[in-house]
C-alpha cells in the first residue's frame, strides 16, 4: 500500500451496496479513503441478500474463529444497532444420538463463558411450549444471547451512515457494471450498462452471488440459491409463538424466527446446500450459477416443488398446527458458497488493484457491527495471519461439495428449465 498522505487522496470504487460492500465503504471512509460505491439500486439493494425482515444473530459455530467473531460482533447488536436487534434466545437442534457440528459448536460457546442448557426430546419444549411436533430422537441446546434482527432496518441505518460519513453512491444503469476492463495486470475501468466506463485507483468488488459475472471464481465460490418461506399469522396465532426462540434444525437445515413485531409474519428457511442455474457468462460465453443482473431475482411466488415441501415439513415437525397455511410470499435467496463457509477477501491474483470481498456463505450478516474492519485490515495488510490465510484466494480444481458441516437437507441440484424460467 502507499503512504499515509496517499491513502487520503486514493479513490476506492466498490461494486456493490450490500453487507460486504456498505460495511467496507464505511470502514474505508474512517481510514481516510475516497469511496464510491456503485450497485444496480440504492441501499438497500432490493434483492440483495442482505435485505429481509430478519437474521439470526449468534456465536454458536463450531469453528472457534467465527465464534469469536460472533462475540465480538454482538456488542455492536447490543450497542449501536441494539435498535434492529430482538434477543429472542435460540434453539439449537438435530435428529439422533449426536450431531458432530452441534456439539463442537455448544462446546464452543461454552469455553467462551457463555451458559448454554442441553436438552432432549420433550424437555425442549421448556424453551418453547407452543410446540406440538413430535420431538422423539430429538436434542440440542438453548443460547439465550441469541437472537435476530431486522436486516433491512440494520441495512438502511448502515446506508446512511456511509453517507454520512461521506460515501458516494451510483444506482441505475450508470451504477451497474456489467464488466471489467483490464490492461495487463490491472483493472482501468469498470463498463457500465449506461456504455460508460468508470476509472479508479483501487476496485473493491463485493458482489456476492452476482461476482461471477464479472471474475472466474476458481471454485472458490458458488453462487446458490435457498428457499425462504412466509406466512401470515393472526394476531391469536402469533400470539401463540412470541416467546419462541429462533429454532434451527440441523440435521434438515430447517430453521424458523418468531413472528415479526406488527406485521405478525412468520418466516422460515433452509440453509441447506441449494439450487444452481445455468447462465451464459457475457464475459466468457461460459455457464456459470448466478442470479440475474436484472432485478428478477426476488419473484415472491415461486419456489421449486421439493423446496416448498422441504419447508412445509420443517414446519410440521415443530409447529403441525400452522403447516397447511398459505406462504403471502416465498422465494429464493442467493448465497455465495465457499468450501468451508470462509469468505474470500483477497487481492485477485491477476489484478494488482482487484480486492475481492465475497463468499458469504449464508453466514456473514451476523458479523455487520466489524465486518468493515476485518476486510480493511486484509486490504491494508493488517490482518491477523489466520484470519488472512482463511479469507485467501486460493484457486483450485476441486468442486465445492459439503460445506462446514452447518448444513443440512438433499445435495445441491441444478434448477431445471422450467425452474430457471419462473425465477
Not at 63 to 89: C, I, L, P, T
Not at 197 to 226: C, F, K, R, Y
Not at 240 to 262: A, E, M, Y
Not at 401 to 417: E, F, H, M, V, Y
Request: aromatic content about 10%.
Amino acid at each position: 500500500m502507499s503512504s499515509t498522505g496517499d491513502q487520503q487522496k486514493r479513490r476506492v470504487t466498490i461494486v456493490g451496496a450490500g453487507l460486504f460492500g456498505l460495511t467496507t465503504a464505511l470502514e474505508l471512509t474512517k481510514r481516510g479513503y475516497n469511496v464510491l460505491v456503485l450497485d444496480r439500486d440504492l441501499a438497500p439493494v432490493r434483492d440483495g441478500s442482505s435485505v429481509d425482515i430478519s437474521r439470526v444473530i449468534r456465536p454458536d459455530y463450531a469453528d472457534r474463529f467465527y465464534a469469536q467473531m460472533g462475540v465480538e460482533a454482538m456488542k455492536g447488536w447490543e450497542g449501536e444497532f441494539s435498535s434492529f436487534f430482538h434477543r429472542s434466545g435460540l434453539l439449537c437442534v438435530a435428529q439422533g444420538k449426536s450431531h458432530a457440528y452441534l456439539e463442537s459448536s455448544r462446546q464452543n460457546v461454552d469455553k467462551m463463558g457463555i451458559h448454554v442448557e442441553a436438552r432432549a426430546d420433550d424437555a425442549l419444549r421448556d424453551y418453547c411450549p407452543a410446540i406440538q411436533g413430535d420431538l422423539a430422537d430429538t436434542a440440542g441446546y438453548f443460547n439465550p444471547i441469541c437472537g435476530w434482527a431486522d436486516a433491512q432496518q440494520s441495512i438502511q441505518f448502515l446506508a446512511r451512515q456511509c453517507i454520512d460519513a461521506g460515501v458516494s453512491f451510483l444506482s441505475g444503469a450508470a451504477g451497474t457494471v456489467v464488466s471489467l476492463v483490464p490492461d495487463g495486470a490491472q483493472v482501468v475501468g469498470l463498463k457500465t450498462r449506461a456504455g460508460s466506463v468508470l476509472q479508479a485507483d483501487l476496485i473493491v468488488l463485493a458482489t456476492g452471488a452476482w461476482t461471477p459475472h464479472l471474475v472466474e471464481m476458481d471454485n472458490l465460490a458458488i453462487s446458490t440459491s435457498q428457499p425462504v418461506g412466509f406466512i401470515q399469522l393472526t394476531n391469536e396465532e402469533a400470539n401463540q409463538l412470541k416467546d419462541c426462540p429462533v429454532i434451527i434444525n440441523l440435521s434438515t437445515g430447517w430453521f424458523v424466527f418468531p413472528p415479526t413485531p406488527g406485521t405478525n409474519i412468520l418466516k422460515m428457511a433452509r440453509h441447506g446446500y441449494g439450487y444452481e442455474t445455468c447462465r451464459q457468462s457475457s464475459r466468457t460465453k461460459k455457464p456459470i450459477s448466478a442470479p440475474l443482473l436484472s432485478f428478477g431475482n426476488t419473484n415472491p411466488d415461486f419456489l421449486p416443488v421439493d423446496a416448498e415441501a422441504a419447508l412445509r415439513d420443517g414446519l410440521a415437525s415443530f409447529f403441525p398446527q400452522f403447516a397447511d397455511k398459505r406462504f403471502c410470499n416465498r422465494r429464493l435467496c442467493w448465497y455465495s458458497d465457499t468450501r468451508q463457509g470462509d469468505f474470500v477477501v483477497d487481492f485477485h491474483p491477476s489484478f494488482k488493484n482487484l480486492f475481492v470481498a465475497t463468499g458469504d456463505s449464508g453466514h456473514a450478516f451476523k458479523f455487520l457491527p466489524i465486518l468493515g474492519r476485518y476486510i480493511v485490515d486484509t486490504l491494508e495488510h493488517k490482518a491477523d495471519p489466520d484470519q488472512k490465510a482463511r479469507w485467501a484466494w486460493k484457486q483450485t480444481s476441486i468442486p465445492i461439495t459439503r460445506g462446514d458441516g452447518s448444513r443440512g437437507g438433499p445435495p445441491r441440484r441444478l434448477l431445471k428449465k422450467d425452474e430457471q424460467a419462473r425465477l
